[in-house]
């Protein structure tokens, strides 16, 4: 992920990264990095919606829905 910020990568791309890394972080326990990872790529969706925002947010939104 960090090398991938240095890269000139279209917005679908970045999210799509992102939400790879979110469900990483999440799979190693890691739910505040991963919540920050799904936040960054749900402001890049708003900045530009692109083909893969509605799948980010129904596959992530879920899973980092704030406790209730």
């Known amino acids: 992920l960090a090398r991938s ?3 000139e990568l279209q917005p679908m791309e970045k999210v799509e990264l992102l939400e790879r890394a979110a469900l990483s972080a999440l799979g190693l326990g ?3 990095q991963g919540r920050a990872l799904y936040e960054e790529a ?3 969706c708003a ?3 692109n083909l ?3 799948r980010v ?3 992530l939104g879920p899973l980092f829905a ?3």
């Open 30 to 32: 890691e739910y505040e």
């Open 52 to 54: 893969i925002s509605e």
């Open 5 to 7: 910020r240095s890269l």
């Open 66 to 68: 704030p406790a209730q």
């Open 47 to 49: 900045q530009k919606p």
């Open 42 to 44: 749900r402001a890049i």
């Open 57 to 59: 947010e129904a596959r």
